[in-house]
């Protein structure tokens, strides 16, 4: 097994794309602006301390490690043929192939700074859309095409011999799409903080993977109305001891914001305070294990919330502005433990 040290002093990164902005989608959530809010706010930052770089494509070879040639094919041809919805929320226009590749080319780029001997950072970011976690093995679906985190994990363990990678997944959707990919695989902890119930209707608490991955899909569903203390609370008191047993040699965040008070596609309350201690946590255990972490963006549909939110888990992750809260154990977090302890020992302490 190789091991994966951060550096300390290495510069984070930051993978974007201008074809992010050739997904048109129309009248739609998830839209261009999107990625111009968080650009704009990201040059008032000068990039939160990042070092901005372009994606390239996706190889097809790695994407079709995840996903089979039939799905990357349909994309591939609605695109070619003028674009058409695949279904109700699901849309494709030209530019869609492009910045369908390049968003997942951002992951694939991102893992490969991250767990590079020579340059390796010890954190950094994949900021594009399409988002991707919703999209299942042969189903593109919920506003997804590829699904970038999984195509970044499978490509860490492919291409680096990595062992384990965990998937800390706070968008306000459960990322079914994640989830089914590594259900029951040993190689990836799939943690998914989600309201409940919401779309797409999966990730219920009892869904715990099966097979060599039983115990390692960890669905941590929240009511509508949960905010800082929650979230908060569920990262420190269940995904980070979690994180602590299973020793990921990386740790990929699925980061939505749209868990955002003001985001218009859910009921949840968390602030850019919330996302900015949640960063924190992660990045203190993933110091803890000596090991790095990348942002990968998912959802968030309130423009300014989005970009908000977005350069404070940035800024919190790679410079520590924000602190770990010592956040009190809410009664979620609580019976969570309890509820895992079966998988997780430690969860007793």
């Known amino acids: 097994m190789q091991a994966y040290r951060i550096r300390a002093l290495s510069r984070p990164v930051a993978f974007h794309h201008p074809s992010s902005l050739e997904h048109v989608t129309g009248d739609h959530p998830e839209r261009p602006a999107r990625i111009a809010a968080i650009t704009a706010a990201l040059d008032a930052r000068d990039w939160a301390g990042y070092e901005a770089r372009d994606s390239p ?11 089979p040639r039939e799905h990357v094919e349909l994309i591939r041809q ?3 043929d003028g674009g058409g919805r695949i279904d109700a ?10 910045a369908a590749l390049h968003a997942a080319g951002g992951g694939v780029a991102l893992v490969d700074e991250l767990l590079s001997p ?7 970011a994949s900021l ?3 988002p991707g976690h919703h999209a299942e093995t042969s189903r593109p679906m919920g506003f997804c095409l590829f699904n970038n985190v999984a195509i970044a994990a499978r490509h860490a363990r492919d291409a680096h011999g990595i062992e384990r990678v965990m998937v800390l997944d706070w968008d306000v959707h459960h990322g079914n799409g994640t989830s089914e990919i590594f259900y029951d695989d040993a190689g990836v902890l799939f943690c998914s903080i989600h309201q409940s119930p919401l779309y797409p209707g999966t990730g219920a608490a009892h869904e715990a993977g099966s097979g060599t991955g039983l115990g390692l899909t960890v669905n941590l569903p929240v009511p509508a109305g ?9 990262v420190e008191h269940v995904a980070v001891p979690i994180a602590a047993a299973y020793e990921p040699q990386l740790i990929l965040v699925s980061a939505g914001f749209d868990a955002h008070a003001d985001d ?3 009921n949840c309350t968390v602030t850019e305070t919330g996302f900015a201690a949640m960063a924190a946590s992660v990045r203190d255990v993933a110091a803890s294990l000596g090991v790095p972490v990348g942002i990968v963006l998912e959802g968030g549909y309130a423009l300014e919330a989005l970009a908000a939110s977005l350069v404070a888990t940035l800024e919190a992750v790679a410079s520590g502005t924000a602190t770990a809260r010592a956040t009190p154990e809410h009664a979620l977090a609580a019976g969570a433990r309890a509820r895992l302890a079966t998988y997780w ?4 302490g």
């Open 128 to 130: 594009h859309r399409p």
């Open 57 to 67: 494509r996706a190889p097809l070879e790695v994407v079709e490690a995840v996903h």
């Open 226 to 234: 949960s905010g800082d203390a929650v979230f908060g609370s569920l």
């Open 264 to 266: 218009p596609l859910a």
């Open 89 to 98: 929320d699901t849309l494709v226009s030209p530019g869609s192939w492009g």
């Open 345 to 348: 020992p430690s969860l007793r």
């Open 78 to 80: 609605l695109s070619v």
């Open 118 to 124: 020579a340059t390796g950072a010890s954190v950094g």
